[in-house]
């Protein structure tokens, strides 16, 4: 059995995006059973680790009976049954969950995937035992289907057996991309807020196609499946996005009009604006 399928994974909440990477775990081969979470709400928590056990069931043979996740009381409870333990609560919430169950994650392997947590803020807070390997990531929400993105800061306690094994762990949800710490926010906000600007530009497009007559379900299956496929064709090939742009452009052709439109209406400075809205800057 793979290193990474006998680790114990723990997750202090289990919400949006502590369940979308449980989930991926989960549909990537991990059985639910190594999965082990707190949450504020228990009676939630509990049908959640249900959940993870049915996506095991996938992998399974059919006599066999679905393994759970463990449901835990508190994050101290989390970290003493796991080796690996994602922090997923909310930023605000990491001093008063995470100081008082310190002592609790001594030599364990922390993932953080809060906003704004960077190594130096973990260290200045005094949040965890020096003998603590962490390393700070922001995820976005597709690793739950084993496509999505970790934006990972390259400075980080690691030791280079964990980098290893994280880079395993998280390699089976999502594409790995190292940054320095200055680039976290902007990693993340491409990686994990950018997904809401695709959503709207999925939606117009699809608006476009049922005012022609395309039926809407139809038309969303039409637009995801082109933007996925645009999306894996530039990752496959490297191609500059502007020469795949140009190869489906043909001179005097009918998309090139399109393209002046969207130039006409400033769309690229529109997108680089929404970028800058978040960023404050
Ligand atoms: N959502 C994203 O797309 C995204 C992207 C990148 C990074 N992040 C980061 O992921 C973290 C979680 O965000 P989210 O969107 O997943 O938020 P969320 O959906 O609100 O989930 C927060 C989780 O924290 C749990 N929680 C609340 N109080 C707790 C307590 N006292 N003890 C243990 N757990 C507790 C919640 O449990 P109950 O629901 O039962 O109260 C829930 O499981 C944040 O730090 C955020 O910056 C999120």
Redo the contacts with the bound molecule.
Sequence with gaps: MAEVQKLKIGF???????GAIAEGLVRSGISADKIYA????FD??TAKCKELGTLTELHMDAHASAPTAHACH??AEVADHTDVIFI????D?IPE?IRPAAKHFSGKLVIS???GYTLERFQKERLLPESTELLCT????PVSICKGIFIVEKVNTLTEQSSKLVEELLGRISLLIPVDTRLMDIG?IVG?CAPAFVDVFMEAMADAAVMYGVPRATAYQMVARMMEGTAALQLASGKHPAAMKDEVCSPGGSTIRGIASLEEHGFRGTVIDAVKAIEGK
């Excluded at 202090?12 to 502590?18: D, P, Q």
């Excluded at 707190?38 to 709400?41: E, I, P, Q, T």
């Excluded at 997923?88 to 930023?91: F, G, L, R, T, Y």
């Excluded at 922001?138 to 929400?141: D, L, S, Y």
């Design positions: 202090i909440g289990l919400g949006n995006m502590g707190c949450a504020g709400h939630k928590l508190d994050a997923a609560v909310k930023p919430k969950l995937v809060a906003w922001i995820p976005n929400t993340g994990g």
